[in-house]
């Protein structure tokens, strides 16, 4: 049974720095990370292929957020930085085996999301 345990996040100032990790269990995927803001639609944030390390960043993340793999541990990880009030919004980890996408619905596993907060 394939899960996936998020942990991190919270409420920092705007300019300041988080970590969101995402363990995983049952298997070893391709990994993601996407985020809901209240009202709208889950969008993508970035993504990494497990074998290569290729990576993938929505233009609003990129140079600001890093994402990574510990493939010792199963873990996955985003590293935050430069937080802006816009990346307010619940981030979910995302695991498949077959690739990486932006579309949500490619995807086949899901974390159970975790808040993130940057007050201005």
């Known amino acids: 049974q394939v899960q996936l345990v998020q942990s991190g996040g919270g409420l920092v100032q705007a300019g300041g720095s988080l970590r969101l990790s995402c363990g995983v269990s049952g298997g070893t995927f391709n990994m993601g990370w996407f985020r809901q803001a209240p009202g709208k639609e889950r969008d993508f944030v970035t993504a990494i292929i497990r074998s290569s390390g290729r990576t993938d960043y929505a233009d609003s993340v990129k140079g600001r957020f890093t994402i990574s793999i510990d493939k010792a541990k199963n873990m996955l990880y985003l590293q935050m930085n430069s937080l802006k009030p816009e990346d307010t919004a619940v981030y979910y980890c995302?695991?498949?085996?077959?690739?990486?996408?932006?579309?949500?619905?490619?995807?086949?596993?899901w974390g159970q999301g975790t808040q993130v907060t940057i007050s201005s």
């Open positions: 995302a695991a498949d085996p077959a690739g990486i996408s932006r579309s949500t619905r490619f995807w086949e596993y």
